[in-house]
């Protein structure tokens, strides 16, 4: 209970610095940013050697994917269709 009172005011708050006629995609947006970890690197735990080699594996596969980025906001227009 009391995470969701904490993500409700976060999203109240939010909501109240926004502008009345801001665009949804603008909230969107703004959430995103909030859902950013909020550590900095120095308080986080260093990365194990397996964390490191599955890292590695990921980058590399997607510099070796083919197909460029899609934006958030084109994959969300295509969900409305």
Do not use: F, Y
Not at 18 to 45: F, G, H, K, S, T
Not at 49 to 73: C, F, G, I, K
Request: glycine share 2%.
């Amino acid at each position: 209970m009391e995470i969701t009172m904490g993500v409700k005011n976060t999203i109240r708050a939010l909501l109240e610095r926004l502008p009345d006629d801001c665009e949804l995609e603008d909230a969107i947006d703004q959430l995103c940013l909030l859902e950013a970890p909020r550590q900095n690197d120095a308080e986080m735990e260093p990365l194990t050697d397996a964390q490191r080699r599955e890292l590695a594996r990921r980058l590399d596969l997607l510099d070796s994917e083919s197909e460029p980025d899609v934006p958030w906001r084109e994959v969300l227009d295509r969900t409305r269709r």
